[in-house]
């Protein structure tokens, strides 16, 4: 039962322009939603995070919007760089026994940066 | 100075065998996790530890057995191996395991160690 989707398994995108990487969700008791960027042989890394009660997050170059009623939220990075180059996972936090929770990931999206 | 470590990186053996991967946290976080990413590239919860105490526990064969020593270590042992375990794991830890004050509690993930079962 997958619960987050990431449908795009690449996107490539040239140095300088808008990278938008989307995710879908299925489930309406998800409390937060993130984006964790992977490096090959590395662990994930948080990159921006956004309540379900809020629509957009912004971090410098990264911005997170969030469409409740779609069940819909994306990514945006600009100016995209070479470095951006990475797998991006979509997660999303729900309660799992009392005030503890988990994350369930999407499958990621490999973003490619050219320069 | 690596905050999430895991050990080793690299684990191959045959079915039926008994293996361990070791993790350790230098964070001081409460919060200790193992996820699974099978070839799928879906990244999955396991267990979550809180204080040593098991929190989470998903659907995960009897054969996978977490100890939490202290807060800082969370290890997996995997007794019997499976060809279907072939897998890379990632320890990950945080502060606490709930949302506080609304705000997420970011989960810092290990390098992985790609098990393969031959």
């Known amino acids: 039962d997958q619960q987050v989707k990431q449908n795009s398994p690449s996107l490539s995108v040239q140095e300088g322009r808008i990278s938008i990487l989307n995710c879908d969700y299925t489930n309406s008791m998800f409390d937060y939603f993130l984006w964790y960027k992977k490096y090959p042989a590395e662990g994930p890394t948080f990159l921006i995070s956004i309540s379900s009660i809020k629509d957009k997050n912004e971090d410098g170059r990264f911005t997170v919007f969030l469409n409740k009623s779609a069940k819909h939220l994306s990514l945006h990075i600009v100016p995209s760089q070479p470095g951006d180059s990475a797998v991006y996972f979509c997660?999303?936090?729900?309660?799992?026994?009392?005030?503890?929770?988990?994350?369930?990931f999407g499958k990621g999206t490999l973003l490619t940066v050219n320069p | 100075d690596t905050a999430v470590s895991q050990t080793p990186k690299y684990l191959v053996t045959q079915m039926g065998n008994d293996k361990s991967i070791k993790c350790e946290q230098n964070l001081g976080h409460d919060t200790m996790y193992w996820y699974k990413q099978d070839s799928k590239k879906f990244l999955k919860i396991m267990f979550s530890y809180n204080n040593k105490e098991l929190i989470i526990n998903e659907t995960v064969p009897n054969r996978f057995s977490p100890k939490s020593p202290d807060k800082a270590h969370l290890n997996l042992h995997i007794n019997s191996l499976e060809l279907g375990d072939s897998a890379v794991y990632f320890c990950?830890?945080?502060?606490?395991?709930?949302?506080?004050?609304?705000?997420?509690?970011?989960?810092?993930f290990g390098p992985g160690t790609r098990l393969t079962v031959l």
């Open positions: 997660a999303a936090t729900v309660r799992s026994g009392g005030s503890n929770y988990k994350l369930t």
């Open positions: 990950a830890s945080s502060q606490e395991p709930r949302i506080l004050f609304g705000s997420y509690n970011e989960q810092f």
